[in-house]
């Protein structure tokens, strides 16, 4: 059973950095697409990024972009978030998700991050 642990959340002044961790325990990291989504309260949870697991292939939404790095470990079994610019706008709880080739998908129990002006 796919499990994953996300972590670095904190407080952090707007203008700030953050890089955010995911473990991933229980199956073949490599072959999992990983993905970032937030939920910010009284908010729908969104998509913040995603790494494919062939080519390293990154997407972003666009409020991210040139803000925002995915990056990926294989030999960690690990995934990551840094997080640079931050705005009070960003301050949501920051979820990791893995996407196995047969569709299903697995989450993490979320990180806070919270940004003061």
């Known amino acids: 059973q796919v499990q994953l642990v996300e972590s670095g959340g904190g407080l952090v002044q707007a203008g700030g950095s953050l890089t955010l961790s995911c473990a991933f325990f229980g199956g073949i990291f490599s072959s999992y697409d990983m993905g970032w989504y937030r939920q910010a309260p009284g908010k729908d949870r969104e998509f913040v990024a995603s790494i494919k697991w062939i080519g390293d292939i990154t997407h972003y939404a666009d409020s991210m972009k040139g803000r925002f790095t995915i990056s990926r470990d294989n030999a960690k079994s690990a995934a990551y978030l840094q997080m640079s610019g931050l705005r009070v706008d960003d301050t949501a709880i920051y979820y990791c998700?893995?996407?196995?080739?047969?569709?299903?998908?697995?989450w993490g129990q979320g990180t806070q991050v919270t940004v003061s002006s």
């Open positions: 998700r893995a996407d196995a080739d047969n569709g299903y998908e697995y």
